[in-house]
């Protein structure tokens, strides 16, 4: 055996090990992967494992996330900060081996996958960010490529479909990914729900498709080279593999995907690939030869660092755009100015703010899922990223919001690039599983969600949120920002993107709200009063604390002192400390809350005893004044129902 | 000018009339597809407008629902029961022609469109509850196709790619799908995001792909006969069409997309089109050759009536057989029997009923995305459903899970037949469009989602549901049951299948729960008292009642009565009088809830001044006794919170 079979064989045993003490995991696909990893890391992945996060590195995505030992295995191997012991930890708490990869760059780990076809996705926004920052700074600073492992079940994903497609559109020749073409799923054969032409599809997106024996090292070598060569095409590697490789009882069959083999087929396994050794050892030889393949990477790194170092000393201009694009500082928003009474959409806002703010942050970029005009998401004085022009800072994404969502992501776990995606509120549904993803990996992606709520109008139920924002809310981690006027717009920006560990989303209205005063208010702060009143607090959100303020101004003409309060980000309210939350809401003083949607998460405000005021069906196409009127939101309406409330 | 080239502009009129009044909508589409229209329905589908749920009638299904006045203009044309006054109304309050379709089969819209890809889907699930009758009752009752229009938007999303793969995987050779290639999507050319090669794609999915002139009307219905010659194979027919045919400034471009034309634009296009009369107005001549062309087919119809009845009436068994179909009675679900004492996962339980009540319900199908053995969804008496054997029942959606929601929607609205789907909890996400859309148009779909909560454990936060069943509680109409016990099990399987008008989401859990009582327990009522107490509510579902059980001993040891409320379905519980809510819940008793998720949401119930216990973060992995541990799940942790917070 040569020393190249004995590494994949080490990432083999390993990984039966490590998931037999676990008692719980996928050993299968590891032991079918092993060959394309000794072949990817020992030849070509250009790391550090000393310095991990060096920004020119090369990005590795295990998007079948469930084949996490293989991953800790090479990581492991080749020096990463994963030791033996974690790995005898894997799927313990508060080990860094966690069941599904979880993101930590310092470890090799570029994003949390585990989720199918996510990866897939996120890779892309990976290579998108490279092809931007090397556009910028030039390929003697930035210039690395894109790996990913990939498998059935990411391809048969949707969000994968639409990833792909966009991939072979923007022409990402510096994307390869080698499929792990194992003809098993989880419950069985792959040709059980899948037969298609799987490299004739890539093809139809415009990737290289090529084929390869999976176990063949040599000839994997060889693909990959064949992947790097075509530089204008994503490149898809069709690994032929076998899934569970050794096992005598288990190779080529789903029982090798989600279990552990079980002692007695470890055991015949490790006969089987002429593995003598004890749990969790790896021979010396083993680590030996990473070292050593590994070291002109190293060398690299560190000669880029230096050549980093000297260009950045030699050229004040090229220092300011560097730290400008990977150390963004806080960034402080002046408030759009508009007419004193003039009335603007949330949406127009936002995108006066991002007009506003492009200049100061190269790093900004951004698009829509084919509603760029919609959700005002265009930077003016940029033009579009394309195949032929990385210059541009406008994505466009096509009518894929879920690949959308991951790609974002990527992009923002890349570094250098900061991303935000837009598209209308309700079709926040199409990304969720990348949302939340997001959300668990801390990616500061900026979601620009328009058109909220009924008030939409005409374009009926179909695309009317009633029951988004609470959704959103409920994913932790997410900040949900619904601003009310231009002041709360600048402000959901600034938290947007002063926010590093975590993404944010707006609720932003397609109709016009009075634009309210030209000072800024503590989005920060989650709420704020907006009019004192002692009888009872309405506590509002976006559009509906226009509504609240003219209600209030009825209820003050019947003799009811209202408080007007505008709670824009509830996450960010939560963490105030009490004074202040009861400054805000006032002790003793009957609760109100004013939203058109769902009233689902309102009695945490407002209490068993309060009064919500929102929507809990769906809603209607017609005009947004009928619909106000039809569903209780004219500030007549709120005040009615607040007078009778109150008794 | 023939009548088909009249027919076609009398749509084209209507459309741009009824957009332009509404000021608002989708000119360009119906302009672009009216040929198609024309040609389709005048000659191939199998429809009666003076009978329109004719159980064997093909359906139709319009997925870029965008284009809705295409619809409105056909229906009315044809005569099924949409007025000139209706389309008037055109997206107003009340009118049953709102912004998009949505489903009401009496007025000949059979699924509710305007999320892209969803009808795509949905149709694939109406072409295999076809396939599943016709191999039940022969050719003779049941033999329609699935026609459906789809767009750039539709080909684009993952959702669409999807059911497509499964489409050719299931040789669904009856679905026949027009693709309205205009080059166009709303914000600009389709070329600035897209350039696949569109029919190679679908050709590896194994779709028969043709290409045709779509504004050529023999050519199209050539195309349409190819189409229905291939047996095999579904068929993508593109059609080339002009978005805004007929208008002089705005076809071919996007501003025909999403905005009226204007007066002036409707003018001038009038005028181009040879167009000469009033807004509104219908020739004589159109409706007369609709009527004319439509004569065979309301024969058809009539004959199938009498053919049914007549069969019916001479075979009992078939009449019982075609009772089950298409007339499924409420059922009563006995408790699966375990032995006391014992342990099981409600998912395993779940498993159990769906084989308990198979023999019953022949109607019922379904399965997982890639999940089966995990989720329990097999009917273990049946075998596959395949492309070449349409007896199975049980569904390989394969690892396509949004794809899965909208087929399971569409099983459901064909009529006939019942299904249900399952995968993960946490991947409700990624099928969350298809859900939402399901329960807006009322259609019973069945969600076995399993391995709720952190605790499936080592997994870990990636496949760990914290915020999911709050997140599915916020859509309206959509029931969430999270049953706690075999008793439970059966009775959310119950409240499922009794539900006819809109769906319902299981929560399930992956780890053993002990198995309760054999009787019946009221899961339709939402909430019961499991355990009586007087100083303080514990409200708990799923996993958690067992938990508030120990809890309650151990309050009960130190000198406190704690009551044990289980609540499986909020939805439920919510529509009951104010008595019996007192009546479980308790007038004055302090309130906690328990619930292994989020607590956003629990206010409702417990009140601002109840104590909510639950987990406010993303899970971990481990196993699931240690998670316990730590995220303070343990019967002792909430007996000493509850203590402490009692005081």
Redesign the interface.
Same mark, same amino acid.
């Given at each position: 055996m040569n020393i190249e079979q004995l590494a994949a064989n080490t990432i083999r045993a390993l990984s039966i090990d490590a998931v037999q003490k676990?008692n719980?995991?996928h050993p299968g696909a590891p032991m079918g992967m092993a060959d394309m990893a000794v072949v990817l890391w020992s030849k070509f992945l250009r790391v550090d494992p000393k310095n991990p996060t060096w920004e020119n590195r090369d990005r590795f995505v295990l998007s079948n996330?469930h084949a996490s030992m293989l991953l800790y295995s090479i990581l492991h191997l080749t020096g990463f900060p994963i030791s033996i012991e974690d790995i005898e930890n894997f799927?313990?708490?508060? +080990?860094p081996t966690?069941?599904?990869p979880?993101r930590d760059p310092s470890l090799g780990i570029e994003t949390?996958?585990?989720?199918?076809g996510q990866g897939f996705a996120t890779g892309v926004g990976m290579a998108i960010a490279e092809a931007k920052l090397n556009e910028r700074f030039g390929s003697d600073l930035v210039d690395h490529r894109t790996f990913g492992f990939v498998s059935?079940?990411d391809i048969?994903?949707?969000?994968?479909?639409?990833a792909a497609?966009?991939a072979?559109?923007l022409g990402l020749g510096k994307l390869i990914y080698l499929y792990d073409d194992n003809d098993i799923?989880?419950?069985g054969p792959k040709s059980?729900?899948?037969?298609?032409?799987?490299t004739?599809?890539f093809?139809?997106?415009?990737w290289q498709t090529l084929h390869v024996d999976g176990h063949d090292q040599p000839a994997l070598a060889e693909a990959i080279e064949a992947a790097l060569a075509d530089k204008d095409r994503p490149s898809l590697i069709s690994c032929k593999t076998h899934i569970g490789f050794g096992s005598p009882h288990k190779q080529d069959s789903a029982s090798a995907h989600g279990s552990p083999l079980g002692e007695e087929e470890v055991a015949l396994t490790k006969e089987r690939l002429g593995w003598e050794y004890e749990p969790f050892h790896v021979p010396a030889d083993v680590y030996e030869f990473f070292t050593g393949a590994l070291d002109d990477r190293r060398q690299e790194a560190s000669e880029w660092e230096r050549n980093l170092e000297m260009k950045l000393a030699a050229d004040k201009n090229l220092a300011k755009a560097w730290h400008k694009h990977f150390n963004a500082t806080p960034i402080s928003i002046a408030v759009p100015e508009y007419d004193e009474g003039a009335k603007a959409a949330t949406r127009a806002i936002s995108g006066a703010v991002i007009n506003a703010i492009a200049d100061d942050r190269p790093d900004l970029v951004g698009g +829509?899922a084919?509603?760029? +005009? +919609?959700n005002n998401t265009l930077i003016k004085s940029s033009g579009?990223f394309t195949a032929n022009d990385r210059s541009g800072r406008n994505i466009?994404?096509?009518?894929? #919001?879920?690949?959308m969502g991951a790609i974002v992501n990527g992009i923002n776990v890349h570094g250098g690039m900061r991303a935000f995606g837009g598209t209308f509120l309700?079709?926040s549904?199409?990304m969720?599983?990348a949302i939340?993803?997001g959300?668990?990996m801390g990616a500061p992606s900026i979601w620009v969600f328009t058109h909220d709520s009924i008030f939409l109008?005409?374009?009926?139920?179909?695309?009317q949120s009633? #029951?988004h924002v609470?959704?959103l809310?409920?994913?932790?981690?997410l900040w949900v920002v619904r601003p009310a006027n231009a002041a709360e717009v600048a402000g959901a920006w600034e938290v947007a993107l002063n926010r590093v560990d975590g993404p944010t989303a707006f609720s932003l209205s397609r109709q016009g709200l009075p634009v309210g005063g030209a000072g800024p208010v503590p989005v920060d702060k989650g709420a704020y009063v907006v009019r004192d009143g002692s009888d009872v607090v309405l506590v509002a959100t976006g559009s509906e604390v226009a509504t609240a303020l003219d209600a209030a101004d009825i209820l003050e003409g019947n003799g009811k002192s209202a408080r007007v309060v505008s709670m824009p980000c509830r996450e960010a309210f939560e963490i105030q400390d009490d004074a202040y939350k009861s400054s805000v809401l006032g002790d003793g003083i009957p609760r109100v809350s004013v939203e058109a949607g769902?009233?689902?998460?309102?009695?945490?405000?407002?209490?068993?005893?309060?009064l919500a005021i929102g929507l809990?069906?769906?809603g209607?196409?017609?005009?947004a004044s009928?619909?106000a009127e039809?569903f209780g939101f004219t500030p007549e309406q709120v005040a009615a129902r607040v007078s009778e409330w109150l008794g």
């Open positions: 676990a719980s995991g996330g799927r313990q708490w508060g +080990s966690p069941g599904h979880e949390t996958t585990g989720p199918l059935d079940g048969m994903e949707g969000i994968a479909s639409e497609s966009l072979g559109h799923t989880l419950v059980w729900s899948y037969n298609e032409d799987t004739g599809r093809a139809a997106y415009g +829509s084919d509603l760029a +005009s +919609s579009d466009r994404f096509g009518i894929r #919001e879920h690949a309700t079709f549904d199409y969720r599983g939340r993803l959300a668990l109008g005409e374009d009926g139920p179909t695309h009633v #029951e609470a959704a809310r409920a994913i932790p981690n769902i009233t689902f998460g309102w009695g945490d405000i407002i209490g068993s005893g309060g809990d069906r769906f209607a196409s017609a005009p009928v619909l039809k």
